[in-house]
């Protein structure tokens, strides 16, 4: 079976420097997909960002990037020049054949004025 | 693009009362739809999975007695928390999964979600 891990409860970060969340995966499968989504107080899920796996390239999104190792069952988030309206939950997750997600336990993320 | 609506937002109900909370994809067509609880600081824990037109599967450990999901077209979707108590009380969040991956760009896995909604039984 799938799992998601990610490793911080809780994380914070001054306006306008860089912070990476992490994220690691276990699975048996080669095609596969994985997402990060972002839970901002009014709870509304936003999709960040996401990686196929057959891609080697990290995928990018202006100030979000991914730093994917298939090898080493990893996908984190970088979030470069960080803005207050980025504090919100992080919430990585992993999909496959049946199209349902698995989700990690997510990261608080907090930027500090 | 990619807009999924939910009503109500809020809702409250007395105990042994049945809720229905509507799913609707606004602007595409969805394969699939999902339903969500969430409870205050976790993830999102997947209670069932809906296709058009057919019965809903439900995850281990969901009553699907009490949950009853309704995919009745390609773009709407219904929760029913039926004989509801104050257990059930969370905060519910379907998502869309849509029809052609190409029609937004997508690659037919990204899961689009609603803004949920939150029930207290009392």
Known sequence: ????????????????E?????????????????????????????LVIRQEAYK????????????????????SLKISDSQLGDTAMYFCAFASGTYKY???????LKVLA | GA?????PSWVICKSGTSV?????????QATTMFWYRQFPKQSLMLMATSNEGSKATYEQGVEKDKFLINHASLTLSTL????????DSSFY?????????????????EQYFGPGTRLTVT
Request: hydrophobic share 30%.
């Open chain 1, 56 to 75: 080697q390239q990290n995928a990018t999104e202006n100030r979000f990037s991914v730093n994917f190792q298939k090898a080493a069952k990893s996908f």
């Open chain 2, 80 to 87: 029913t928390v039926t004989s509801a108590h104050p257990e």
């Open chain 1, 1 to 16: 079976a799938q799992t998601v891990t990610q490793s911080q409860p809780e994380m914070s970060v001054q306006e306008a």
């Open chain 1, 102 to 108: 698995i989700f990690g336990t997510g990261t608080r």
């Open chain 2, 3 to 7: 807009v999924v609506s939910q009503h």
């Open chain 1, 18 to 46: 860089t912070v990476t969340l992490s994220c690691t995966y276990d699975t048996s499968e080669n095609n596969y997909y994985l997402f990060w989504y972002k839970q901002p107080p009014s709870r509304q899920m936003i």
């Open chain 2, 20 to 28: 229905k909370i509507e799913c609707r994809s606004l602007d595409f």
């Open chain 2, 93 to 109: 969040i379907c998502s869309a999964r849509a029809v052609t991956a190409g029609g937004l760009g997508t690659s037919g896995y």
